[in-house]
């Protein structure tokens, strides 16, 4: 059965070219010329299995459109930009991005990412078995990592992890107290062979900490060990 990808992406030339190689390597290809019409798409067909978004595009850029999808929808994005700088790529991962490309790039490096990302999305459960997780304990509102389940909660509510977050927390969950590299996790989370920046790591352990830690200033359960990497200490 083939994936579904939605190319957001306001060049027609390039969001045509992208279509056809991206269906010769077997997904079923939706396309949007800009924000509002992907956002449309999405609430009338569904979420596709992965998206590619491009970072500039007209007057809503793809900031715009991460962050209005990530207010729902989990779903692995994949940003391409022509602006490569640090700043836009940093910026485009606390938007809620799961990874960035350059252009231009080579399709195999794009269907290898997109390969890896779906793999991510099936096998997250798994680095930290069925059984839940107190990563904090409270009479009231627990805060719990449900691996099976695919899901963080605090009490009753559910929290909202994008899918890389979540593979983060289940990584650092298997082994509670141990510190994990950044390089370990980049291997682990990302898949060994992926050569991208350690600072990715460093962002997205950012973006987990406003949404699990109770002041993610002062951090308690994601740990941050100078030098060494990252450490989850349970709080019983």
Same mark, same amino acid.
């Given at each position: 059965?083939?994936?579904?990808?939605?190319?957001?992406?306001?060049? $027609?030339?390039?969001?045509?070219?992208?279509?056809? !190689?991206?269906?010769?390597?077997?997904?079923?290809?939706?396309?949007?010329?800009?924000?509002?019409?992907?956002?449309?798409?999405?609430?009338?067909?569904?979420?596709?299995?992965?998206?590619?978004?491009?970072? #500039?595009?007209?007057?809503?850029?793809?900031?715009?459109?991460?962050?209005?999808? /990530?207010?729902?929808?989990?779903?692995?994005?994949?940003?391409?930009?022509?602006?490569?700088? $640090?700043?836009?790529? #940093?910026? !485009?991962?606390?938007?809620? !991005?799961?990874?960035?490309?350059?252009?231009?790039?080579?399709?195999?490096?794009?269907?290898?990412?997109?390969?890896?990302?779906?793999?991510?999305?099936?096998?997250? !459960?798994?680095?930290?078995?069925?059984?839940?997780?107190?990563?904090?304990?409270?009479?009231?509102?627990?805060?719990?990592?449900?691996?099976?389940?695919?899901?963080?909660?605090?009490?009753?509510?559910?929290?909202?992890?994008?899918?890389?977050?979540?593979?983060?927390?289940?990584?650092?969950?298997?082994?509670?107290? /141990?510190?994990?590299?950044?390089?370990?996790?980049?291997?682990?989370?990302?898949?060994?062979?992926?050569?991208?920046?350690?600072?990715?790591?460093?962002?997205?352990?950012?973006?987990?900490?406003?949404?699990?830690?109770?002041?993610?200033?002062?951090?308690?359960?994601?740990?941050?060990?100078?030098?060494?990497?990252?450490?989850?200490?349970?709080?019983?």
């Amino acid at each position: 059965m083939s994936a579904n990808l939605m190319i957001v992406e306001d060049d $027609t030339r390039v969001r045509g070219a992208l279509r056809l !190689a991206m269906e010769d390597e077997g997904y079923a290809v939706a396309e949007a010329g800009e924000v509002g019409h992907a956002l449309d798409q999405l609430r009338t067909n569904g979420v596709p299995d992965v998206m590619i978004v491009d970072l #500039v595009m007209g007057e809503a850029d793809g900031f715009d459109c991460i962050r209005e999808i /990530r207010r729902d929808h989990d779903v692995p994005i994949i940003v391409v930009s022509a602006r490569d700088d $640090t700043h836009d790529v #940093v910026a !485009a991962l606390e938007a809620g !991005a799961d990874d960035f490309l350059a252009k231009p790039f080579e399709i195999k490096e794009m269907t290898a990412r997109m390969r890896a990302l779906r793999r991510r999305a099936g096998f997250a !459960a798994e680095r930290a078995g069925d059984r839940e997780l107190v990563l904090e304990a409270d009479p009231e509102r627990p805060l719990v990592l449900a691996p099976a389940a695919g899901a963080v909660r605090r009490g009753d509510e559910e929290l909202h992890l994008t899918l890389t977050e979540f593979r983060l927390l289940c990584e650092l969950a298997e082994t509670p107290g /141990r510190v994990l590299s950044r390089q370990t996790l980049l291997d682990n989370v990302w898949e060994r062979g992926f050569f991208g920046d350690e600072r990715i790591v460093d962002v997205h352990m950012r973006r987990l900490r406003t949404k699990i830690e109770r002041d993610p200033s002062e951090p308690r359960i994601v740990v941050t060990v100078r030098g060494l990497g990252y450490r989850l200490d349970l709080q019983q």
